[in-house]
């Protein structure tokens, strides 16, 4: 993938001027909130009216922990390497930061958005739609740190650790993530939109995997340990799984009958569409659409359940990875109940299904999005 | 020199605008995110819910389920292997609760909150 380069003279100014980015950053319409999903460990959604803009401010992004974060001091903060490397020690956050620095944006999706919409019901964190957003994430690639321990041959899996662990039997939430994968595209992120990164994203130090799934997004970063052998535990062996093949709604998949989630499915949501509207008034229809695969192909709009389509127009803001915004001018031709649903399809040419593939955890739920219009005449 | 400093004083005028603008287009009668949690509904169970959950998450994890007596009980189970202090004799009682409360017809709206700072 492309890195944008930039230059450290910018990079400080971004991230220790607050002012200006106060100036720069986008300011919040009226009403604006978060939707509360667990009070501790805090995870808060976003109301899916408000992501409408190409970056979503970090006070509006959503925010999903495993547990509570015993945040670290940065100045007294670490990162250890170790494992199959030639030179295994510590880097310090200034040291980290003398690494070439690299500024990518991507869209950043928790692996269940959407749980709540599955039939039969699931638990966990009941997300609706506002578990996404995008972001500019600001640091080092991994491949440059990994490199620069001597990162031998035989690391298969990079196996990341953060400084939330939670007491007791309680699983931690260790990962490991392909090499090939974090080579390619990783970025160690310390700064988000332009700001230090918000403690409730990670801080100082997240893992930013551009094209997966949220769960690989390692927050609180304090250790990376390249190993032959992927991770092994909960958030490995149980967690964070999709099955091989798709199965009927309710079944229980074994865990050998699934594989690690990785990419995001392709989808698009509707964000501003009217409630009520006169036939043969015109209306704008706004949402936004990403997938696993760099870009979007296209979006469509239907009012018919699908039986016919029409191609909704692309915002030209974009980068590899990150959301498209896109927009559609609807004219209802009659009057009565309207359905308008939007299904989005990548540039590798996955369409966005009517129905997401069940699965036992509810992860990667991509239907259609519906939304009724009550059209008079 | 003179001109510099009013030019100075605009450009800070105008970021402090932003900033306070930025504000106050929260709703100050919301909550912090993370500050209020929701409640529990009174009934048998009550107690043993609140003393064997809440050490680890608040209540609006249980209020936001839809769940049936036997999903229920195989997250209590899970719960337990992860270090929930809780008497067997009392799993009964915190089961029937859960799933009366929280069965597959339950409603759930979550609590509109501010981030922190805005």
Redesign the interface.
């Known amino acids: 993938m492309r890195f944008d380069e930039i230059d450290r003279r910018r990079f400080l100014l971004l991230a220790t001027a607050p002012?200006?980015a106060?100036?720069k950053?986008v300011?919040?319409?009226?009403?604006?909130?978060?939707?509360?999903?667990?009070?501790?460990?805090?995870n808060?959604?976003t109301p899916l009216e408000l992501l409408t803009d190409y970056v979503t401010p970090n006070?509006?992004f959503f925010?999903r922990s495993h547990w509570i974060p015993r945040t670290p001091d940065p100045k007294k903060w670490r990162l250890t390497i170790d494992g199959e490397v030639d030179r295994t020690g510590q880097l310090t956050l200034s040291e980290l930061k003398k690494l070439p620095l690299v500024e990518i944006t991507s869209v950043l999706q928790c692996a269940g958005n959407g749980r709540?919409l599955y039939s039969p019901?699931l638990?966990g964190?009941?997300w609706r739609y506002g578990a996404v957003g995008n972001a500019r994430w600001s640091g080092v690639r991994v491949r440059d740190v990994l490199e620069h321990a001597g990162v031998r041959p035989t690391a298969k899996h990079l196996h990341v650790f953060g400084s939330d662990d939670?007491?007791?039997?309680?699983?931690p939430f260790h990962r490991s993530i392909e090499m090939e994968k974090v080579m390619a595209d990783g970025v160690l992120a310390f700064a988000m939109n332009g700001e230090p990164l918000p403690v409730a994203h990670g801080a100082p130090l997240r893992l930013v995997v551009p094209g997966w799934a949220g769960d690989h997004w390692m927050k609180w970063v304090v250790r990376l340990a390249p190993q032959a052998e992927p991770q092994k535990g909960f958030y490995m062996d149980t967690g964070y799984r999709y099955p091989l093949a798709p199965g009927a709604p309710g079944v229980a998949f074994k865990p050998e009958e699934m594989s690690p989630v990785t990419e995001l499915f392709v989808k698009s949501n509707i964000t501003t569409a009217p409630k009520k509207a006169k036939a043969g008034h015109a209306y704008d229809i706004r949402g936004f659409a990403f997938s696993g695969a760099p870009d979007i192909a296209k979006v469509e709009i239907s009012d018919d359940d699908g039986a016919t389509w029409q191609e909704a127009k692309l915002d030209p803001r974009h980068d590899p990875y990150a959301w498209r915004l896109w927009s559609h001018r609807w004219t209802p031709s009659r009057a009565g109940a309207s359905r308008l649903c939007a299904r989005a399809t990548d540039i590798r040419g996955s369409v966005q299904p009517r129905e997401a593939t069940w699965n036992q955890s509810g992860y990667l739920h991509n239907s259609w999005h519906f939304v009724d219009v009550e059209v008079t005449s | 020199m003179k001109r510099v400093l009013v030019i100075a004083l605009v450009l800070a005028a105008?970021?402090?605008s932003?900033?306070t603008?930025?504000k106050a287009?929260?709703?100050p009668k919301?909550p912090i995110?993370?500050?209020?949690?929701?409640s529990l509904p009174t009934g048998e169970g009550k107690d043993i819910v609140e003393a064997s959950c809440f050490p680890?998450?608040?209540a609006?994890?249980l209020v936001?389920?839809?769940?049936t007596e036997k999903?229920w009980t195989?997250?209590v189970d899970k719960m337990v292997?992860?270090?929930a202090v809780m008497k067997e004799s009392d799993k009964p009682a915190m089961v029937a609760y859960l799933s009366k409360n929280f069965g597959?017809s339950n409603k759930?709206t979550?609590?509109?909150?501010?981030?922190a700072?805005?």
């Open positions: 002012l200006l106060a100036q950053a300011v919040p319409h009226a009403r604006e909130s978060l939707f509360q999903m667990n009070g501790y460990a805090v808060a959604e006070e509006l925010v709540s019901t638990p964190v009941q939670p007491p007791g039997k309680v699983p | 105008a970021l402090a932003a900033a603008k930025k287009s929260y709703d919301l995110l993370g500050t209020k949690f929701q680890c998450h608040a609006d994890m936001q389920q839809r769940l999903q195989a997250e292997r992860w270090g597959l759930f979550p609590l509109r909150t501010r981030p700072g805005y």
